[in-house]
């Protein structure tokens, strides 16, 4: 199967999707498409994109996640680290570990994300798992958006 690149990261007979559901998660600005998936495959690679000064759901998931930024800046929170992200930097995600990405304020921020095809629903975090996130000085500036 080929599927040529369109324009804007968009892949021709791959639907532009929603990222989650509205008012499942909090989310703001994000799109997913699926671009390899199917009974033959054991993982999923999708696409994703942030527009700019969206993020991600904080949350975390009993696999793991491998992904690759392909499009802009922004930063991101794997368990207790906040990190500047690049095109092509790479963020691997442990099993149960919070996670978050944000885009930069001036561009969207695209990702390849991969992950088991088969794999559970997210977590999101529970008051208590906030609270312990927010105590750390870094991880509040990130989770209130502040590092654009």
Not at 12 to 24: M, N, R
Not at 26 to 50: A, H, M, N, W
Not at 123 to 141: F, H, M, R, T, Y
Request: with cysteine; glycine share 8%; net charge negative.
């Amino acid at each position: 199967m080929f599927r040529p690149f369109k324009k804007d990261f968009t892949w021709q007979d791959v639907d532009l999707l929603a990222y989650k559901q509205e008012g499942g998660a909090p989310f703001k600005d994000v799109t997913r498409q699926v671009l390899f998936s199917g009974d033959d495959l054991k993982s999923e690679l999708r696409y994703f994109e942030i527009a700019p000064g969206g993020h991600t759901t904080l949350e975390r998931h009993e696999h793991v996640h491998a992904a690759m930024i392909l499009r802009g800046v922004g930063h991101c929170l794997v368990g207790n680290e906040v990190r500047a992200v690049h095109t092509h930097d790479l963020i691997t995600v442990p099993l149960l570990t919070w996670h978050q990405l944000r885009a930069g304020a001036d561009e969207p921020m695209g990702f390849l994300c991969m992950v088991d095809a088969i794999r559970d629903k997210p977590q999101l975090p529970s008051k208590d798992d906030l609270e312990a996130l927010l105590a750390d000085p870094i991880v509040a500036v990130f989770l209130q958006g502040e590092n654009k």
